[in-house]
């Protein structure tokens, strides 16, 4: 039967109709409206059906005087099987009217199917995050944020009429981060002809290189030009020669990726001018490095390279350096591995060369427990601004280059929790040309070069009492032995240091220091030595507010005779007045 625009059918509905308190339900009668003309006995019963039904609605929607709150149906026995719908024949309705009848049968819910492992990771994400391990320890109780502010300048001012400023900021142009520094101290001396002034100035840049610089493109590229000026005397003898010293350096680095290699490289020109009353010695140097390996996170080849080009008082020298590196991870060890060819040139045109080796390894012993061990054979590479180490120097020093026929350092370090760590290691070296210093009068040193043993055992470490105690120690055990038998000039056998740090108050602490240095060899031909020294200092810090702090600094508290060179008397005991501002 075909059914027009205005014709809607019913093929079949359940039109049951159902009261809540008695249970009771009644269907339709079926073949409504089959067709007019029919008899009259089928009228009677379609009219007395309509009004039994319409009388047993209305009764049901009738409240009681006292009805009972609505019951929950009672749930089926699962053995019940619900009765099966009765079919009805499809009922066709002629008119414009839309008929909008809802059906359907309601079914009991039902637990969802348990997943299996493939259908649970179908919905997972693939790359699965190992779960973290929870440290034994509980947690801080309070985690703190530190906030660096832009500039900082600080003051002190001190017996002998010493004064010290120094101040630094940093700030943005074209979006370059630049920093600049400058500092100044004098004093007026502790002894005669002690007198010095020092000034140096720092102003360094650092900026993400921009797509055009080729292979240095989006790499971290940083500009720096350090100034350094130094007046003094060499107090030593009687008649305290001036010396004036000024090093100026220019330098860029750079580091970033390239072609899915890292790589570090950079380079520095500098001077030196050392002039001593009328002598003046002049060194200019050329320094660069490169060092470039793969990224892959397994394993590292690569290349490192050093060219290194001095001119020290007219006399040329020089350090070349090529080698292959590798860095690998063998279970829970770590291999740093090194293999070059060296060369270099001293101020006394002797050329030196050798191969260069070293071996690194740091092994993860456990939670508590870590491994550090290192091996190095080759030359060392030397210049006139490391031999300044001692500032009483002679004009005319000869630098040359030592060379380890092998140099080892083994270290274990002990770390059970955040509140105490305990490292302890030792150290042997054989060393060809190691530098040393002699006193040729009472006021220059002259550097020599001599082959020599050198051992090291030591210990160090911190351990917090609590919140606001904390203890730092150092404990060095040397011993030399020059190919003369003698012991290496300046080389204290025995050195120790302790640092207590206290919390007296949120805004109050004070820190306590005791060092000692043990007597040390003068020469490397006779038993003549100078004697060991003890040190006590104090430093105690206020804070009046987040950016400022006051601080009392007193050195050489036990009034100890100290002689770090020999003719050279450090200062007495040493009190300063400070403050910190930063803004």
Not at 180 to 202: I, P, T
Request: with cysteine; net charge neutral; proline share 4%.
């Amino acid at each position: 039967m075909k059914y027009n625009r205005n014709t809607y059918g019913i093929k079949r509905s359940d039109l049951t109709v159902s009261s809540s308190r008695e249970g009771i339900s009644y269907s339709a009668i079926p073949n409504l409206f089959k067709g007019l003309g029919t008899g009259l006995m089928n009228l009677s019963i379609i009219l007395f059906s309509i009004i039994l039904i319409y009388c047993n609605s209305t009764l049901a929607q009738t409240p009681t005087e006292q009805q009972s709150p609505p019951q929950q149906p009672p749930k089926e026995k699962p053995e019940e099987k619900a009765s099966k719908p009765i079919e009805l024949p499809a009922i066709v309705i002629d008119g414009i009217e839309q008929l909008d009848v809802r059906s359907g049968i309601k079914q009991y819910p039902k637990n969802t199917r348990a997943m299996n492992k493939s259908e649970l990771d179908s919905i997972n994400t693939l790359d699965k995050l190992q779960p973290f391990l929870l440290p034994e320890e509980t947690l801080p109780e309070k985690n703190s944020l530190r906030k660096f502010n832009n500039g900082y300048l600080i003051g002190e001012i001190g017996r002998y009429v010493s004064a010290d400023i120094d101040a630094g900021y940093d700030f943005n142009i074209l979006n370059n981060k630049w920093f600049a520094r400058a500092a100044l101290d004098y004093s007026s001396g502790h002894v005669n002809n002690s007198e010095n002034f020092k000034f140096l100035a720092h102003l360094g840049n650092e900026f993400i290189a921009p797509d055009s610089f080729l292979l240095f493109g989006n790499s971290m590229t940083k500009f720096n030009l350090d100034i350094l000026n130094k007046n003094y005397k060499l107090y030593g003898s009687y008649s305290a020669p001036k010396r004036a010293l000024t090093n100026i350096d220019l330098g860029a680095h750079s580091e970033g990726y390239y072609e899915g290699f890292r790589f570090f490289t950079g380079a520095d020109i500098s001077t030196i001018q050392m002039r001593t009353t009328d002598v003046t010695s002049p060194e200019y140097s050329l320094e660069s490095y490169l060092k470039i390996y793969n990224s892959n996170h397994q394993y590292k080849i690569g290349f490192s390279g050093v060219a290194d080009f001095h001119s020290n008082n007219g006399h040329g020298t020089h350090f070349l350096e090529a080698a292959a590196i590798g860095m690998f991870e063998l279970s829970e060890i770590k291999f740093d591995l090194m293999a070059g060819f060296q060369t270099a040139g001293n101020s006394n045109s002797i050329e030196r060369s050798g191969f260069k080796g070293e071996i690194q390894c740091q092994y993860k012993i456990n939670r508590e427990f870590s491994f550090n061990g290192k091996i190095t054979s080759g030359l060392k590479n030397n210049n006139l601004m490391n031999l300044l180490y001692n500032p009483y120097l002679i004009d005319s020093a000869v630098v040359d280059y030592a060379y380890n026929l092998f140099d080892i350092n083994l270290s274990c370090y002990y770390h059970p929790n955040r509140f105490i760590g305990i490292s302890t290691g030792a150290r042997l070296a054989s060393t060809h040309r190691t530098p040393y210093y002699l006193s040729q009068d009472s006021a220059f040193y002259m550097v020599k070069y001599g082959n020599c043993v050198i051992g090291e055992i030591f210990v160090e470490g911190f351990y917090d009492f609590d919140k606001n105690t904390s203890l730092v120690f150092n404990t060095e055990f040397k011993f030399t032995d020059l190919e003369n038998g003698k012991n290496l000039p300046y080389f204290s056998p025995l050195n120790v240091s302790i640092n207590i740090k206290h919390n007296w108050s949120n805004d109050f602490g004070t820190i306590i220091g005791v060092n000692y240095c043990g007597a040390r060899a003068i020469s490397d031909t006779s038993n003549s030595r100078i004697d060991g020294f003890f040190g006590l200092n104090l430093n105690a810090e206020y804070k009046i507010d987040n950016r400022t702090k006051v601080y009392l600094d007193v050195r050489n508290l036990s009034n100890s005779s100290i002689y770090v060179w020999n003719y050279y008397k450090e200062r007495d005991i040493y009190v300063a007045l400070g403050a910190n501002w930063q803004f």
